[in-house]
C-alpha cells in the first residue's frame, strides 16, 4: 500500500504509517464515495459499509447483486474509502478529536469464486470469529446471491486530531 501524507494540509495532524494500517486493520466501517451514476452532474454517492483489508493493497466488501451502488461502479470504478476511528466531542473546547484515513482506489467487480470465497472468509474472520463454523455454512448457503467488491488501493493518507 502506498502510504502518502504529502497532500494532507494540516501537516502536524499526520497519522503514522503504522497507525494508519492499525486504522485500516481493526476499523468497523468505512463510507465509499463515488460518482452518481444518472444522466445529470449531480455529484458523488457515499455510502457506509462493512470492509475488510487482504493486507497487502486490496479491500474486500460485500453487497447484493445488484443495486444502485452496483449501477455507479460500473460507470466509473474510480473511488475512494474514508475510515473514522475513535472520536470524542469536546464540547467546551469547540472541537472533536479523531481519527481517519482516506483510501484512493478502482473498484473490480466480476471476482472469480475463489477470490470471493476467500474475501468472505477474511469478513468472516474479522466481524465473527467466534462464530466461524455457522459463519462458514452461512457462506455456502448465500454464496450465489452475495456479490464482492474488491479496491485496489492506489495510496492511503491518515490524518488525527488529540486533545489533551
Known sequence: MKYNNETVRRQERLLTEEEAIYLLRTGEYGVLSMIENTDKETGGYGIPLNYVWDGNNSIYFHCAPEGYKLECLKKNPKVSLS?????????????????????????????????????????LDKYSPADKEIGLKYIEKSFYRTNIIRLDIVEASGKTKKIK
Open 83 to 123: 475510515v473514522i476511528g475513535h472520536t470524542k466531542v469536546i464540547s467546551h473546547k469547540f472541537t472533536t478529536a479523531y481519527e481517519s484515513i482516506l483510501i484512493r482506489g478502482n473498484v473490480v467487480m466480476n471476482l472469480s469464486e475463489e477470490e470471493r470465497r476467500k474475501a468472505l472468509i477474511l469478513i
